[in-house]
Structures are given as structure tokens and as C-alpha cells.
């Protein structure tokens, strides 16, 4: 049994990683840290779980995380970076579920979460825990960067194109949507039933912070060093959709000549076929978001609507590989687990 | 025309006063404040009214609200009293769109909304703001407590069975649902889409503001004197509804013997028998909320399910009917127009 | 492990059985049937089922439905009663998710789904399935009617109230909520998101089907006779709201001397101590559809909200506690398994 | 006062048709018919439109159309095109709110509706009713086929962009969604709410018969010749939002050397300077759906997110600009009433 710590559960990512671990079969959950909520059993605030997790949270000194042996950190972006160097040198393995370890460049941290990196050696050593494109070394980390939600599956999405070489990679464009559950559990007026509900619009078009992400992350899918790093440049355009789980990423691409010759069909399903979590659709299909709802899966479809155009279609459940589900397969992969232990989750269809 | 201002309009009753008052015949916006939004173009707030609103927020001090003929109070509970009393010397209407004139009797307010009413003899004059059951004391109206959302549903259902008395009025059930905008615009996170969306339950369940005020006024309707208060009693249970607009009543109570033998359709057609804004449904009906959206209408069904049991269904909208259309509604009879004036709203169906 | 059929698997039931039994350590899926779907594999009608069901839809022929020990029927009402008899005498148990078992009248069966009964001598025998109130019935039986979703959610929340004798039985008010997924996947108009979204009423306003069934089964409850049958009666009215899964039940009752006497919430949780699948909730609770979304278990709050009457707040997941999972919940009594088997479901919230 | 008739007025834009007009202070409704719902008060069906609409669906041969001066044909495709000769030459207009006028090309009309188009000479004549694109042509117009929902989104997006040769039109990407009632209120299974509430998903993903009409009108207003089709190509790409009203485009497009060096937000303003339905937001902005629902307005906002890139945001009522409201917009321009009459509407937010 692995013994888990988790800091700061209050909000989504918080209970979907509860909501996981409380049925893993090789997790102990140890303590659970709220500041604000010390002393409320979990379950007063997320009802859902009575009767699965008995635990209250606890303020972070007399949570102990030092005893356990992973700690998950559900936290705004800034924390993790904090409170990692400690626990590191614990031997405690830390999966941070914010943005603290995504992006490599500490420019870019600072540039797009308005605060210094506050550990840049951690940072260099830290891995960006997507599996399926960078398994081996999550197995060896001790420090993993979880993925931004909408980044998971414009990579997932672009991956077999950059890494075959198919595609201009110079302008990619991600039309993406999300459910409100990705803005968080936080009191704010654009979120509110009474502005989202009913509505559908673009957000976030002067720059998102998953931007830079993204194209670090595909230049690194396509092999790109960064002195020739205007090569992969992806226009990212999020949309807030009104429902409360899902992402939908509809990619664009322009095919170069060896794009237009191949079976792209061929190469999404040869890209993926031992991967648990990803399923490739039968050509032709279009993905939707309820199909993945409560699970760890990846939906995709590639099309060709033109001959020399490629359109590839995802779906995630923003909360559970977009997040939570993809940090406990992160936790797998560092403790030597089969890597889809606990995440066995039929989606919740209709 | 008639030059009105509107303190306190960045919630969703302002905005809606705003929808209505952009289009009335009769009445020139004359200043709309916002403390904290000073400054800022109303149409940026609330895209819709670009085109038509081209007012911006002003400061309480900048709006000369003493020149206007009607002053509406989109405020929260308590400002309204606190500034009625120059207004009304300077020789202007009031009309509360918040509770502050709502409940006749003082301790009530207190207990219910936390704080000592600022002024009990304009309490004392001011008039109840429901136009159909109240219409000649708001004629000569100097200061109007436009009803409650819940409570002017709750009125219209239950009042020809009051008035004819037909029913035993100390056991009544009004089992009620509202969508989110009845809790205003407020960073809440209770009413989140993530949330509120994909859900229902009830809420206040340990009492509810409108409790009072539906019994203080269903007392009236059935001319039951306070020394006899216990004859009437309403048990009022609010649900949340993930809509945006529209309230939902459903409304029991025990037949007595005259009411066993009347015909209920009959007793109710001829009660609205004139009212533009309430529409008796043919026998066996089933309103529904979005039969009035974005309109002053409430639309009833009466059933007798049971030889000795009366139900009666009642839809509006809680933003038009529950406040600021009834509110438009007042200001006409306050100033001698044709009551439905500014408010010929075709509902918007789907 | 056990052999298990279905019988018209199309349907909400039908995917939510699928979802259930997909993961169940007991049994394995031997044939689902769909004249219609032949040859389609599941997961093509349903996403979600990708990766965990491989069967395709076969024609009832083509089941050998004999060979299984046990057949679950997601079918229109009707179809189970006239293909009981060949399965039972084959000894294979039968679990109709249809109104065929339920009513134990003949009559009322008749009256209210406008079709004789086929097979009385069947009726006779057959057990109502909802387990928390007639287990030892449903260990022992051949056939089991699995109850509706309300009456599942009504009979839960009086269940306490009706035993104890604690109410006046004789004026019962059930004023209930359910999502359009109770309404089925068939192609209709009033379910359309044009048509139900955004909006709210009552239905059914002349009389549903799951009347006679609700009181039919209170009056076994309080163990009341058919000759003195007045003695229960349950007005019972649905509402349809605008999200997929839930029941809403809000319980009204008078409570008799004994009952104004009681320690209400005691009562309820004495009752339902020993029950994995129903969570009495603290006092003073407003329990949310969405705290058992996707999830066997039920959520009960008791309120007294004034000295003589009794309140109760019940919310279930119509497809699981209210049909599927109620089902397997019955499949696991009938085989001596452990009754929470493949139904240990952490409810999905948000 | 124009006398007008409605063709098939039981699908949403004929009730969104009758919403309008029967607040049209100039038209005056004198039949809508319906074979199936002969007899039924309009109002039954709908009961938004009681206390404004009393007419009852009349067969078409009762309906005397020809004494009409204008006849809407909110039908399915090819209805118009059966019936329009008659009415034409007994001097009466016709607006289609179907295909049948849309597409000028009879073949392309076609391999897309799947039936050879009826009356050639009278689609020769036809003209495109988009008043912003075309509005001399309308005035003048015998036929107007009034233009699909998501390609008066597209087409007012791309405009500027195209009339002033501003960007590489070979390869325009046109990201929309719509919410449900663009399918009709038809019973199927797939806009049930069980099936699209709380889901996103791409849709007609093999070619959308929106597609065409897009592509023909983009070359169009870009001035290119048939000869030199290629160099105007749109990719369309639908997706259905969980909402009932609302349609959202998002476009891109290459600029080409002009286009990088023009001021792209003076370049929309000067485009739509006089439209009193085109409504361009500051720069910067992201326009939501719920800022048009249920006005004839759209909303655009243009950006540049790369040096070389556009992307244009559009919102419009798919009901109202994308049907019903832009038809009355033509009648007004056919019978030289004020374009705006009858369709000056405030939307309804929230």
C-alpha cells in the first residue's frame, strides 16, 4: 500500500483525485490539508464521498506528509514549488496537479503565472507527466508536472502527425472547449449558472497560459530544438462550453506532401495501439464528450476533409485525464503499478 | 415621459429593468448608480443593451436621483430605507425591488433580514406592489415594496381560493422552484454552473425569507386578522432549478366543503377574468416555466386530483413577473398609465 | 460466475446495466438482444462501452437465453410477461426493469398500461423488488418486478414514517422530480434539449403510472389491508427537470401524536442502520440529485419543518437506485452474493 | 398593413416567425398552415403565443394564400419550390426559410438535398436574402431564399476580410457551433436532452450541407468567377452545443500583405458603419451568444493573434438573425418598410 498525502482538496481536481483513490486498490489515503477547512470531515463538503473517505482535512503541519510516500498538490499555481524541496529530500514523490513543473523555461513561468520560480533546479530535474509520451521517464522522476487539461489533448491529438513528420507544423490551430469545472471551485461572477448556462463563447483570446505549454510540449513531439523553434507554433482558442465536465479539441493542420500520401487512419491507430487510455475511432466518427465522462479515457478521430488538410478531433474528461485520473497514472508509473490500477472507469453514458 | 433613475443596477433585476425601460414609451432613463462601477458604460456590463443603453454608471451623488419623478431600487436588502425618506419629501416615487417594504410588521423584518428597519413610518405608508390583488392602494402610492420572486407566484395561486374561501387555509403546502438568477449576480459558489448545473435540490430549508411575507399576505387576501393568525399558514419549500429564468409553484391545500363543491376552473377564470398579465390555462394543464420567459406573465392551472384536494400550478418568470417587470407594472399605476405599458412581451419559446 | 442475459438492451436501462455489469466480479454477459440492432455491436450505440463490452445486439433466437441463469428485461412494458414463463420453467431467474411484476393487481395492471395481463399465475408468484424492504422475499424468488424509479424514491422516504405509524397515511403529498432519462431514448418531441432544457413543469397532471404502484406498495408498508385501503393515500405529482439523471422526491406528510412525539431523525436512522445503499443524512440536510449521480446509493433528510408536519428529502440516480443498479442490486439476492457486489460506485460529483 | 401568410408554421422558425410578427406593427397574419395540425389553435401548440396569436393551423387549400402579399415557408426542403410559381404569379412574394433558394448552382442543389430542384427559372431569378451582402437585390426580388443559419455567420465574419482582398482565401477554417434548435423541433434521438445536454461533439463531419452554400456565397463577395472557384475555399466544421438558441463562429484565415498591414478592427467598423444589425465589439472582445438571444443582432469581434493570422468571433441568434428575424428584415426591404421594423428587440439576458 502507497500512502498518500493530498494538499489543498478543497477543489475539483481535489475530490476527482478522491473520488479515484478512494477505490485504488494499492492507495492509503493519510491526510488531506485545507488551511480553511481544518477540521471538516471531507465528506460535509463533498457529499458524494460519505461513506468512501472518512478523513477531515487537517492544517498542513499536523498532516505529516512527510510519512507518505507520494503527496499529490491540488493547489493554485505557486504552492507546489514551495513546499517541494521538502519533501523531496523526504523521499516523498510529488505529483503537482498546477502549473508549477509544466513549463521548462522559468521565463515562461514567470511570464504567464506572474510570480518567480521559487525552485529552478527542481524545475530542471521535474518530468511533465503525459504517459503516453514520456512513460519512461515518469518511472524515474521524483518530481512530476501534471498537464494542463487542455494540453493533454492537443498533444495527444498532434502526436502521431509531429512525430511522423506529417504535417506543417508552423501553423497549428487548437479550437478547444471546456466544461466549467476547468475555471475551478471558485466564487467568481463568469462562472456563475446565471452567466455560463445558455451561452457559449471564446475566452482567453489575448493569450491562455496553456498556450506556451502546448507548443513547448509539441516542439518537443516534433523534435524541434529550440533554435528553431518558430517550426511548431500552435494558435491555441479556448471556448467555455456549458456543461460541467469535458474538453473537445478540434486540431488543424495543413498536410505536407508525405501527410497527403499516408493512411492517416493507419498512423493514429499504429501510434497508439498499446495504449490503454487512448482509442482511436473507426474513420469517419466524431468523438463527443459524454463518452469519456468520469474516465480516464482519450477519444480521438482523425479525418481528411481536404486533400491536403488534416482535422483531428479529441475528447477528455477535463477532470479525470485532463487532471486527477492522469496524476494517479502518474502514480502508478512511479510506484511500478500496473499503470491503469484504479482507473478501470467505464464512462457515466447517458 | 417620465425621468426615472435606478440606484444599484449591476444585478440581474437591473438589468432586466434596463431590457424593459430601453424600450418603454413613457419613461427617459434619467441615471443609473454604481458605486463601484462608476464610470463604467452600462452596455459593457450588459452587452445586450448595446444599441440601447448608452448611459454609464454614475456615483450616488452624480445621479441627482431628486430630479427623476421614480427612483427604482435595484439594492440590496437595507438601502432602500435608508434613502427613501429625501427622495419621498423631494416628491418622488420609490419603488424597492428589495425587501425593505415588503413585511408590514417591523419585528419581522428585523428577524429575517438582520438588521432594525430604518424607517417605520414609511414602512407604515408603503404600499405592497402586487398590482392584481392590490392595484387601487398602488394608484395613490408614494412608496411601492415590489413582492418577493416566490411570493407573487405563491399570491396568485392561492388567492381565489382565499377569497372565495374555499380551502383550509392552515395547512398549506407551496412547493416551490426557482431558477439560479434568483439568487442575483453574486460570486456565490453555490451557484456555480459546476455547481448548479446537472442538479436539483432544496434550499432554505430552515426557513426562507419569503416565508413571512407569503403568510403576511396570504393573511390578507383571506381577511384573517392578526389576532387569528394561526388560520392561515403556508409551509413554503424552495427548490434550485438549473435554469437561468422561471419560477414553478406547485401549490396543495385541503378543499372545505364550499370548495368541494365549486368549480374550481370557473372560480379562478373569473377571478383574472381581467388581468392582462395572468392567464388561466384550460382544464388539465401543465404550465411551463419557459411558456414565460423574458414577459410580465404568469400563466395557472387549478386541479382537483382528489375529491377534497385542490393543486395549482403556477409559472412565471422570476426576473420580469417576480420583480422588475412588476415593477414597470407599478411605476405605470403610479403615474395613471395603461398598466402594460412598456411590458407587451411575447415570451420567448424555445 | 453467473450467466447473464438482456433482453432489449437499447435503452438508458439497458447501457446502464451494460455499465454495471461490465465491471461485475460475478457475472459474465452472455447475450443481449435487439431485433432492431442485430448485429450492431454495443459499443457502437454506446461510446462509453468501448473497451469494455464486445457483444453485439443478436436477435432473441440467436440468445439462447435458456442457457443463462439469469435474464434481466429492459424492454417496453409487456415483453417481459409474455416470454417469463419458457425462462422460468428453464430455471433461469427473471428481472424485469418494466412494469410487468410490479402491480400486483391485474386490474390496475390493465387499467393503467392499457393491456391484459399475460401470465396472472406469474404475477402471483413474483416478487417486488426493492431489497431494503422485501429482501427475504426477493432471495427466494423466480421472478422479480424491479420497482419504478419514483415509487423506489417515495416508498424509501415514508417507509420509516409508514411502519412506525407515525403519520396520518390517509393524505400523503409526493412531490417529485426526476430528468428526462427517466423518459427513455425514444425519438419524441417534449424530451427534445429544444423543448425540456431551460425549462420546468409538472406532468402527468391526470394521473401517472406509478400511482397505483406507490400506493399499492405503501399500503404493504404500513400494513394496512385492501379493505381498509383509504386508510393510504399518496397524491403523487411529477415534475420533469432539464438535466439527465436524478430523482427529486419532496415528502409531505401530517404526522399523528405519536409522530409529533418522536425523535424524527432517530427514527430514520434505526431504520435504515443496516443499509448499505440508503445514507440518512444529518439533520437539517438538503440532500442534491447530484450526490449520488451515477451511484446505487440513495440520500434521505428528514425535517419537521412545523410541530404537526413531517418533511422528507430523498434523492436517487433514476438509472441506477431507481432501475439498473436496483436490478443488480436484486440479481446479487437472487444468486446469494454479497448485495453491494459490482455496486461499490463512488457517486461522480461535480 | 401586409398581408401574410406562413407556410408550415410548427417547426421553431415558425413560432419564432410568429413571435416577431405578431408584433409587427405593419403585418397582418392571415394564415398559417398545417396538413397535420389542421384546426389547432396556433396557440395550443404554443403556449408562449397565447393572448397574441389566435389563428388555428388551416389546411393549405382553406389558407387562400394568394390573397396574401407575402408567403414565409418555414417548411422542409422542397416545399417551396413545389408552390412557389402559383404564388409568384398571382403577385405574391415568397420568402423560403428552407434550401430551396439558396443555392444557385440546381445541381450542387442536388447532391446536397438529394432531390432535382423543381422550378429552375425561378431559382435563376431567386435572390440570396442576406440584406447586409445584398440589399439592392432584395428590394427588388420576387424570391427571396433566405440564408442558412451558420452561413450568415460565416459570410458576415469573412466580408471585410474578403471584399477587401485582405486574406488568402483558399484555405478559410470555419469553426461553428449551434445550439439544438438549429436541428427543428423534430423527434429524434440524437437532440434529446438525454443525449445532447452536458455534451459537445462535432457533427456532419463528412460534409454539411451549409457547406456549399458557404463556399458559393464566400466567392461571391470575394468577386472570384466560377472559373476561378479554387480560390475561394472554406472548411466548415459544425459542432452542437447544449443550448436551444445561439449559434458561434470562430474563423481564421492567412493574411496576406495587405491584410498584415491593415488596421483590421478600422476595416469592420467602416465595413458595417450603417448596419443596424451588425454590431462591431471593441478590439479585444469575445462576443457570447446570450449577448443576441432571441434579436436579430450579431455580434463580431476580429483579432490578430499572429502577424500572419485573423480569427473573427460571431454570435447570432440562429433563430432569429439566422432565420426568422433576417426573413422579416427581408420582407420589410421587399414592401420599402423600414429594415429594422418589427425587430427592435433588446436581447434577453441573462
Not at 513543473?101 to 503525459?130: I, N, Q
Request: charged share 20%; aromatic share 6%.
Amino acid at each position: 500500500m502507497i500512502d498518500v498525502g493530498i494538499v489543498g482538496g478543497t477543489g475539483y481536481t481535489g475530490v476527482e483525485l478522491l473520488r479515484l483513490l478512494a477505490r485504488h486498490p494499492q492507495a492509503r489515503l493519510r491526510a488531506i490539508t485545507s488551511r480553511k477547512e481544518a477540521g471538516m470531515p471531507v465528506a460535509e463538503m463533498y457529499p458524494n464521498l460519505r461513506g468512501y473517505v472518512d478523513l477531515a482535512f487537517t492544517t498542513p503541519n499536523d498532516a505529516k506528509l512527510k510519512d507518505c510516500q507520494v503527496v499529490f498538490f491540488a493547489t493554485p499555481h505557486g504552492v507546489a514549488m514551495s513546499q517541494a524541496r521538502e519533501l523531496v529530500d523526504a523521499g516523498v514523490k510529488v505529483i503537482d496537479l498546477a502549473a508549477d513543473f509544466r513549463l521548462k523555461d522559468p521565463a515562461e513561468f514567470e511570464r504567464w503565472y506572474g510570480m518567480p520560480h521559487a525552485c529552478t533546479d527542481l524545475l530542471e530535474e521535474s518530468v511533465y507527466g503525459l504517459p503516453e509520451l514520456n512513460r519512461e521517464a515518469i518511472r524515474k522522476a521524483r518530481i512530476v508536472g501534471n498537464p494542463g487539461c487542455y494540453p493533454t489533448s492537443v498533444q495527444l491529438g498532434y502526436a502521431p502527425l509531429l512525430d511522423q513528420g506529417l504535417i506543417e507544423a508552423g501553423h497549428l490551430i487548437a479550437n478547444c472547449a471546456s466544461g466549467t469545472s476547468g475555471a475551478g471551485r471558485k466564487a467568481e461572477v463568469h462562472t456563475l449558472l446565471s452567466e455560463a448556462s445558455d451561452n457559449f463563447k471564446a475566452y482567453g483570446v489575448k493569450g491562455h497560459r496553456h498556450g506556451p505549454e502546448i507548443n513547448e510540449q509539441l516542439r518537443r513531439i516534433a523534435r524541434v530544438p529550440d533554435s528553431r523553434r518558430n517550426e511548431v507554433s500552435c494558435l491555441f482558442v479556448p471556448h467555455l462550453l456549458p456543461i460541467v465536465r469535458g474538453i473537445h479539441s478540434t486540431l488543424y493542420a495543413r498536410l505536407n506532401s508525405a501527410g497527403q500520401d499516408a493512411d492517416l487512419q493507419a498512423v493514429f491507430e499504429a501510434f497508439y495501439r498499446n495504449e490503454r487510455f487512448v482509442d482511436v475511432l473507426p474513420a469517419g466518427s466524431a468523438p463527443e464528450t459524454r463518452s469519456v465522462r468520469a474516465s480516464n479515457t482519450v477519444r480521438i478521430a482523425v479525418h481528411k476533409p481536404l486533400p491536403d488538410t488534416v482535422m483531428v478531433l479529441v475528447v477528455e474528461d477535463n477532470l479525470t485525464k485532463g487532471a486527477s485520473g492522469q496524476a494517479v497514472q502518474n502514480m502508478n508509473l512511479l510506484f511500478g503499478l500496473e499503470e491503469s490500477l484504479g482507473l478501470d472507469l467505464v464512462p457515466v453514458l447517458p
